[in-house]
Each structure stands twice: as C-alpha cells, then as structure tokens.
C-alpha cells in the first residue's frame, strides 16, 4: 500500500517508516523542513511537503494514498488546548478526504487520561466530558461510521534511543535543569511503556489487519512505579531523587504537572490476541539506564 504518513520522520514515525518499507509498503511523509524532508529520504520514503496546518496539503496527502497514518502532533504543553484543535482540524481534513473509501485511517492517541486507578484496556473508551485537550481518538473513530476503516493507537511511554522516552524525557530535563529528580507523593503512580520498534510494527499490523473503530494498545509493559523511572533518571544526572508533594507539583513540573502523579497502567492483552502483536524488544527501566542514553 501506498501509505500517507505525518510525522514519518519523527520519533516513533521513523521507525515505523521503515517498518512500513521493509514489509513492502510505500511511505510518502509529510514534511514542515528541510530537516524533515532529508531524514525521510534518508529512510527511504517519499516527501510531501506541508505542516499540520496546512490543511489543503493534508486532504492532497491523504486523496493520493492508500491509506493514512496519523503520528504528528505538537508537544507543547503551554499551549495543549491549543495544539489539540490544530490536531483535530488536521484529522477531521484527512478524514473527508477518505470518506467513503472503506482506507485504513489510524490516529495517535494516548494510554493516559481515560480512567483513574485502573489498567486501561482497548475496549474502555475515553468519557468526552474528560474534557482533555486532545480529541485525537474521538476526532478519528468518527469516521468508521463514515466509510472508514478508521482505528485508533494509544502509545505509552515509548522508549528505544535517541534520548527520547516519552513524557519521560521531559522529566529528565527538568532533573537537569533543578539539580534535583522528583517524583510525587511516595511514587507508586505506574506508567505503561512500549519500544519503538515494537510501536513500529503494531502500527503496521494495525494497518493490515485492524478492523474499523478499532482501538489498539502498543504497551509493552503495563505499569512501571514512577519512583522507579525517576531513581534511573537521579543516578544519569547525578543528582538527588525527592518525593514532593501534589500541591507542589505545579512549581516543579510546569505544564507537565497534569500528568505526573497520575497512575496511567495500560494492558496490550487485546491488541496481542487481535494482532497476533507480542512485543519483544528491552524493557524501559533497563533501556533508559544505558549509559548515556538521555545524551546520545
């Protein structure tokens, strides 16, 4: 199939890239830069030239593929509300395009924010009235009504180089830049994860055999204690790991406090079972306390 992908030469889209190649797939991505359009030759794809915001070349993109994957989104928490609709204006431009066309349609979610203090499965929907900034999940599973096999990916905390891990990475830049590694409460709140190249795969399997409105879990692991992600980060920096309090969470997270003391465990048992999907690639504790890996 011929594949229109934003953020292919991202983080996770990169190796889901040449997933897509290596399995005989043509990938054409969307590219806001030079940088972009280098890295996805780079990786063997196809560039088209565009942003999120450019709606026109999102609706060509998709009208020009066999199918559209929807990784990119814009992480900056300051302004998520923001970045949220700039999301769903930017599905809802792909999704026209593909209505009717019975195409694969997948958009990125995440495995947070759906319900407090349980693992999270494939089959609990998000409550609309959460009123969480992205709608990415909402916003595209409209469209399996639609005459879309639209489907849905909630990522965990994805690892796998680069220095990036998620919502983990920016926990280590604020360990830098306060000198100390700070966890709330007694850090008992779990954080699912998943490796890339695993993410990568599930994203093609999605692809070839999801079925419309489906929703699919690339979690590896499903809950690991934030205490434990924040000592790996205190011994990389060299620098103390605190337990602070939820009212403090504000000061020292900034715009990332709304997720740093949530308990966010998420299971894959669906997707395995779904997918034939079984993940195999390290574990996240043992991947981030690589030497070097936050500065590679």
Same mark, same amino acid.
Request: proline share 4%.
């Given at each position: 199939?011929?594949?229109?992908? &934003?953020?292919?030469?991202?983080?996770?889209? &990169?190796?889901? /890239?040449?997933? $897509?190649? &290596?399995?005989?797939?043509?990938?054409?991505?969307?590219?806001?830069?030079?940088?972009?359009?280098?890295?996805?030759?780079?990786?063997?794809?196809?560039?088209?030239?565009?942003?999120?915001?450019?709606?026109?070349?999102?609706?060509?993109?998709?009208?020009?593929?066999?199918?559209?994957?929807?990784?990119?989104?814009?992480?900056?928490?300051?302004?998520?509300?923001? *970045?949220?609709?700039?999301?769903?204006?930017?599905?809802?431009?792909?999704?026209?395009?593909? =209505?009717?066309?019975?195409?694969?349609?997948?958009?990125? +979610?995440? /495995?947070?924010?759906?319900?407090?203090?349980?693992?999270?499965?494939?089959?609990?929907?998000?409550?609309? +009235?959460?009123?969480?900034?992205?709608?990415?999940?909402?916003?595209? $599973?409209?469209?399996?009504?639609? @005459?879309?096999?639209?489907?849905?990916?909630? $990522?965990?905390?994805?690892?796998?180089?680069?220095?990036?891990?998620?919502?983990? /990475?920016?926990?280590?830049?604020?360990?830098?830049?306060?000198?100390?590694?700070?966890?709330?409460?007694?850090?008992?709140?779990?954080?699912?994860?998943?490796?890339?190249?695993?993410?990568?795969?599930?994203?093609?399997?999605?692809?070839?055999?999801?079925?419309?409105?489906?929703?699919?879990?690339?979690?590896? =692991? =499903?809950?690991?204690? $934030?205490?434990?992600?924040? =000592?790996?980060?205190?011994?990389?920096? *060299?620098?103390? &790991?605190?337990?602070?309090?939820?009212?403090?969470?504000?000061?020292?997270? @900034?715009?990332?406090?709304?997720?740093? @003391?949530?308990?966010?465990?998420? +299971?894959?048992?669906?997707?395995?079972?779904?997918?034939?999907?079984?993940? /195999?690639?390290?574990?996240?504790?043992?991947?981030?306390?690589?030497? @070097?890996?936050?500065?590679?």
């Amino acid at each position: 199939m011929r594949i229109f992908m &934003t953020g292919a030469a991202g983080f996770i889209g &990169t190796a889901t /890239t040449r997933e $897509l190649i &290596t399995n005989g797939h043509q990938v054409v991505g969307l590219a806001r830069s030079d940088a972009n359009a280098a890295a996805l030759k780079a990786a063997g794809a196809e560039v088209h030239h565009g942003s999120l915001e450019d709606l026109d070349s999102l609706r060509a993109g998709a009208a020009d593929a066999d199918g559209v994957i929807h990784l990119a989104f814009i992480h900056d928490f300051s302004k998520f509300a923001e *970045n949220g609709q700039i999301d769903k204006r930017a599905i809802e431009a792909m999704g026209d395009v593909l =209505e009717g066309t019975h195409k694969p349609f997948i958009v990125t +979610s995440g /495995t947070g924010l759906i319900a407090p203090d349980v693992v999270i499965t494939e089959e609990m929907r998000r409550d609309a +009235s959460a009123h969480v900034p992205r709608v990415s999940e909402q916003a595209g $599973l409209a469209y399996a009504s639609r @005459g879309v096999r639209a489907m849905a990916i909630r $990522l965990p905390q994805v690892h796998g180089g680069d220095g990036k891990a998620g919502l983990i /990475t920016y926990l280590f830049e604020d360990a830098r830049q306060k000198g100390t590694a700070a966890y709330v409460g007694d850090g008992s709140a779990r954080w699912a994860a998943g490796h890339r190249l695993d993410v990568a795969r599930l994203y093609r399997l999605a692809l070839e055999k999801g079925v419309a409105d489906g929703i699919y879990h690339a979690v590896g =692991e =499903e809950g690991i204690p $934030l205490r434990e992600i924040v =000592e790996v980060i205190g011994r990389a920096l *060299n620098v103390p &790991t605190v337990s602070i309090k939820p009212e403090e969470a504000g000061d020292y997270y @900034g715009p990332l406090a709304m997720f740093a @003391g949530l308990d966010m465990p998420a +299971s894959s048992a669906l997707t395995q079972k779904w997918l034939g999907w079984t993940p /195999t690639q390290i574990g996240l504790i043992a991947d981030i306390g690589q030497p @070097g890996y936050f500065t590679s």
